[in-house]
């Protein structure tokens, strides 16, 4: 007498449909064992095709008998997790806004150490500090150096926000809205971290004197479609030879408007002057010191990685095709195809600003007075 009915079709199908599907061997082999039961095989026969002990294929098919088939899936592998995950990651979030001397402490940086003290001062647990690391990169928490900034704050900053967001809103065919800047070419090449052995420094050759061009570009905040126009100094001019290669693409527009830094060549009485002749466009002022707000410096610093950094050039002209190269060729374009990468930097300043304003309770009184 077998030791299993057969099975009808439909859930033997069903069966050889979830072997197929599995990547876990030992579940795979499992159903095996279970589908050859069910044929009539004895547990000796299962046990010569699929090399599993006799008390093994035993175990197996009490689960298969009280449970079902789903009992025949591998369980997670190690233990389950003893620690609020979901609570801790909330809270390193929020302690990554702050410094630690804004809870009193010594150090100007934050440590796994001093980080696993803080967290267990506010929940009360106990996470180790070899578990924060761990745990730091896997949400996308890395060491590396910061930016510098000046401590100035807009007084308009929520204006100018919010009138770049209504540009933003606005955008479609008619009304083209773009991001423009302009950015630096050195003939001295910039110098980047690179590949080298260890206890080696690798050498980089440069002109000794240096040698300047510069790119005003814009990127559109619509379809990521990049133009740009080059020359040897940063002034009005420049800014308006961008403008007049707007004015030539985008004839049909009703207005363009512009997301672009306070630099001085953008408010010059020559580019007031145009801007009169040329009703159609809008000049949008970014808050100051805030670059993140401008997404094509996320291309210029694509630029500067992909060819000024440690370049060769002996000459300027060689520069400057390869630069062209890289504006004119697709490197940009494969940026802009990503183009939602762009507003990642728009979104963690929008939650930097939420959590400086959520998160009171972490701070110590006199931080909260202060």
Known sequence: MPILPPLPRPQRRRIHKIIHATRDKG????????????????????????????????????????EGIDALEAL????????????????????????????GYQRSRWC????????????????????????????????????????????????????????LARCDADNP?????????????????????????????????????????????????VLYVSGIKKNSSLFIAMLEKLRHHYRRAKTITLILDNY????????????????????????????????????WHKLHETITRNHQCRGMANLLARVKHFMDQGESVNILLNFTQFFETRIEYRFQIFTAHSCDFLLP????LA
């Open 27 to 66: 579940h795979a082999r499992r159903l095996m064992a279970i589908l050859l039961l069910h044929e009539g095989r004895t547990i000796t026969d299962v046990h010569h095709l699929t090399g599993a002990a006799r008390s093994t294929i035993g175990r197996w098919l009490r689960w298969y008998r009280d």
């Open 76 to 103: 997670p592998a190690g233990r389950a997790p003893v620690l609020p995950i979901a609570k801790i990651v909330t809270l390193l979030v929020l302690l990554m806004q702050f410094s630690p001397q804004d809870f």
């Open 112 to 167: 796994t150490e001093l980080l696993a003290i803080k967290i267990n001062r506010l929940t009360g647990l106990n996470v180790a500090a070899s578990t924060l690391r761990r745990w730091l990169p896997r949400m996308g928490i890395v060491w590396r150096r910061p930016v510098p900034t000046l401590r100035i704050k807009d007084p308009a900053y929520q204006e100018k926000m919010a009138n770049i967001d209504a540009a």
């Open 177 to 225: 809205v773009f991001y423009e800047d302009e950015v630096d070419i050195d003939l001295n090449p910039k110098l980047g971290a690179d590949w080298m052995f260890r206890a080696q420094q690798k050498r980089v050759v440069t002109p000794g004197q240096n040698a300047k061009h510069y790119l005003a570009g814009v990127l559109h905040a619509g379809n990521g479609r």
């Open 264 to 299: 001085i060549i953008h408010k010059s009485k020559q580019t007031e002057r145009w801007l009169k002749k040329n009703p159609k466009f809008c000049l949008v002022f970014q808050p100051v010191y805030s670059p993140w707000v401008n997404h094509i410096e996320r291309l």
């Open 365 to 368: 009184s006199y931080a909260r």
